[in-house]
């Protein structure tokens, strides 16, 4: 009866829930230009007028904060230190997710979709799972995917980006069920991070770890567009020699339009073992994927021919005779309509992450961790071009970008407790070997390349390069328990990458470039009000490096006199992070506020010449800085045993202070001073009402964003959306030979909602006023999805 009572309560809020967020229009009009203060402010009231729902909070629930409190009485309030929930005891911003969270979201679905739930978070993808590379762009306070840092178990993966020279995206590096949770730096991101890129804040991924006792589980998802996807993992238990497991993943989704086909296949293996308080861990990931690429269009695009319009494939007499009619002798005789659709692009990767750990005790205030790692990944970038004929006189051939990574490296921190000071100390190195190549082959009507295979026998070669990219990075912190209530901490870290750019086929820049900083510092302190509530503030600086690859924002992107030009004026990417709040948390209720300023400095921008398809050098200079401001919050419920209800609210501005100089005239600039940053929302809200009762189980998510702009000059942009997601589930226990029997089914974009999604996936533009520039892609229908899940 108290269960079906509780599930009553949930599906009424829920449907309050879908009621008030259909309300809120498309675009906001001058009246509620910012409703969102006003349902935080209201949201924070309520949890001190809550007693009710808190008295009814289970023993579990004391337990959790009883497991909360010494977590964090134990990990000490230092400056480095992730703990859980919203940070409670740091000296900065930290969002965190648990095992639970991700264990309770879609089977198959990005890691970054669930935490896109935080605040300051921006995830968009075209496909329901966020698993399309292409499109993923994963932002947070206005800093692209390529601004912030990721790792997984320590080891780091790059800025994550599509095409990535140093690194993997996290749902290549491990299947999303092995995820064990998640934490989220907005600001000022852990000065040991191994990153080179994050000027806006860091996020570590950790994998979970194997069970103490033997098991066995299986799940299999099917779904809409085909969608199948079959997970396995057994873990042997305890044993003198520790403990592990393995897992096989494999994917398989048509696309949601056109023809073509989204795969993957994964294997995970992990091992740990204790020896006394210390412990050691290996793990090998690997992955095999193949993405068919969506059509990228413009808004012009769209409103001809509609946002479900694709490439020709499999049709290839379409795409010769678009390219023979509008393409003329390969883009000689070009019209726009040339881009409107291409025969088909794909992407493919293979990837080998491999790492180990030895996480040490030496003395009972001195431990030691050091993780070293390697990662080998072979990569390829597929697109049938109209711009350059095969030789039998097809007018198409397939142009590549091909990728070959080897990296290897060390991380090593160290952490000695001091009584009242707690003096870490890292260091960070690694060299990486990153071969890219552009490339054409042939293409006959007889003899069409598979877009799941890696084309061989070129016919040219437009460019190849060899990098080798140096990082080495020192940090150290003290973080002094000046009283019981206040804690201080300050600390630096020490970044160099040095690049070593080699032409050897083809035209381009040669030459070595480096980025170096030996004092990027971090302060910060907290103070505690109370039990239940603290402040905090953070100061940090921090630097992003120059990317090693012949594509992107790089040094090598341009031409050789381009290179000559800027290699010896180009400055890094610095940026300045002031971020002060308030956390607070009592029996029911746990939130957290603040407030922050950036300030980015020498910003890079290189600007893409032509379609993207044509591959052309880009323009890369310094243009002046950027100014970030903005307010977020976070609020938790437990407004019964099995009812949860989270919320995050983000309100931000981010403005380019300078015009962008093209020329030696006055005239000469693109005026983007005062204007929005591209693809940053100024609102953004999420809101999760959660049900739990270990057996029925459900949650509904709303996400509502504000529009962005994907010009510089703010004269294109795309309207603002509101998605709402649905799951609900049944687990039964101690089914026949099972130890768990559960059956999960989702919906996501529940009420069909059509909009773009990403923006920005050919680079952004100074102007787009006649909405032709071909960068968005819309967002996935509704979809359906279905898991069945048994643990033995």
Known sequence: MRRSLWFFVFVVVLSWTVVTVRAIPNAPGPTMKHPMPTALVLALSLAYVLPAAAQSTSSTDASKSADTTAASSSERSELERVTVSVGRGQLRSVQSLSQTEFDNALAGSSPLATVARLPGVNFQSADGLGNYEWSTRFTVRGFSQNQLGFTLDDVPLGDMSYGNFNGLHISRAISSENVGRAS???????????????????????????LQTFGFRASQTLGSESTTRTFVRVDSGRSVLGEFYVSYTNQDADKWKGNGQQKQEQWNLKWTKAIGESRLSAFINTSRRKEVDYQDLSLDLIKRKGDTLDNFYPDFAAAVNAANTLCGANGSTYVAACDDQYYAGAGLRNDELYGVSADLRLAQNITWKTTAYYHHNKGMGLWFTPYQASPDGTPISVRTTEYGIQRGGVVSNAEFDLGDHLVKAGVWFEDNDFDQARRFYAVRPTAIPSVYQFPSNPLATQWQYGFNTKTSQFSVSDTWSMTKDLTVGAGFKSLKVKIDGQLEAGTGPSGTITAQKGFLPQLGLNYRLSANNELYGTIARNMRAYQGAATGTSPFATTAAGFDAIKGSLRPETSDTFEAGWRTNGRGYEGSISAYLVNFKDRLLSVQQGSGIQGNPVVLSNVGDVRATGIEGALSFRLASALTWYNSVSLSKS????????????????????????????????????????????????????????????????????LVNLSAGYKMKNVAMLRELSLQGSVSNVFDKRYISTIGSNGFTNSDAAGTYATLLPGAPRQFFVTLTGKF
């Open 184 to 210: 989220l730096s907005q600001g000022a991101g852990a000065l040991e991070t191994a990153s080179s890129s994050n000027l806006g804040g860091t996020l570590q991924f950790y994998s979970s770890d194997p």
């Open 655 to 722: 403005t380019y202070r300078d015009d962008v100089v093209t020329g030696p005239n006055p005239q000469d600039r693109v005026l983007t001073r005062g204007k929005r940053v591209a693809d940053a929302p100024d609102t953004m809200l999420k809101s999760q009402l959660g049900y739990d009762d270990g057996a029925l189980f459900g949650t509904i998510g709303v996400d509502y964003m504000s529009k962005r702009y994907y010009s510089y000059i703010n004269d294109a942009s795309v309207p603002d959306r509101t």
